[in-house]
């Protein structure tokens, strides 16, 4: 079966300091991979998508980027953290089987609650 | 992407049944309409997809008429742990690799 592991699981840095969340999927190849942002009580922002290695389309201009090193990893960086980075960050997947007809469940991993003061 | 519309918060009691309604005015004939569910703290979960009429699965039901420009998420005699954030989305992913999630209707359910 396919697992999604995001690590850590919860994050406090300081302003200015530098970022590193990895995502990692288990039991399935060349997943498209997904990084969302959820502010407190707002609804889920997509930030970065990937459909292979190396390959990043990024939704939002901002201070964050990802890289997709491996066919299963995942990760988002900054340089130096906002306090506008704060909020709740999931990775989550999705399988590349198309059919004719279909619309791809996305899997999503247990979120690393990031806290920027 | 076709926009969705759905409210932003229901309340509800245990043990009846809750209908969510979405708005999606501008399906395109390849989209399927799917929800999610996400309590706090976790990330969202697939809970249901459709394309037309009615699909049923051990969670919920979800109703889509005719014209496919609405559909209506059903959960049949919610419990308190039926409360949780309700996402529609409309999408085509062999169009978009991409799914935008909106602000979702955030349901409470009631003792």
């Known amino acids: 079966s396919q697992t999604i592991h995001q690590w850590p699981a919860t994050l406090v840095q300081p302003v200015g300091s530098p970022l590193s969340l990895e995502c990692t999927v288990e039991?399935?190849?060349?997943?498209?991979l997904y990084w969302y942002r959820q502010a407190a009580g707002r609804g889920l922002q997509l930030l970065f998508y990937?459909?292979?290695?190396?390959?990043i389309s990024s939704e939002v201009p901002q201070n964050l980027s990802a890289s997709r090193p491996q066919d299963r990893q995942f990760i988002l960086s900054s340089k130096k953290l906002l306090l506008s980075d704060s909020g709740f960050y999931l990775c989550a997947w999705s399988s590349t089987g198309r059919s004719a007809v279909s619309y791809n469940e996305q899997f999503f991993g247990p979120g690393t609650r990031l806290t920027v003061l | 992407l076709a926009k969705t519309t759905q409210p932003i918060s229901m309340d509800s009691y245990e043990g009846q049944e809750v209908n969510i309604t979405c708005s999606h005015n501008n399906i395109a004939t390849n989209d399927y309409i799917t929800w999610y569910q996400q309590f706090p703290s976790q990330g969202p979960r697939f809970i249901i997809q459709g394309y037309k009429t009615k699909v049923t699965n051990e969670v919920a039901s979800l109703f889509i008429p005719a014209d496919r420009k609405s559909s209506t998420l059903s959960l049949p005699r919610v419990s308190l742990s039926d409360t949780a954030v309700y996402y529609c989305?409309?999408?085509?992913?062999?169009?978009?690799?991409?799914?935008?999630f909106g602000k979702g209707t955030r349901l409470h359910i009631l003792p």
């Open positions: 990937s459909v292979g290695i190396g390959q």
């Open positions: 989305l409309v999408g085509d992913s062999w169009r978009d690799d991409k799914i935008i």
């Open positions: 039991g399935t190849s060349n997943p498209n």
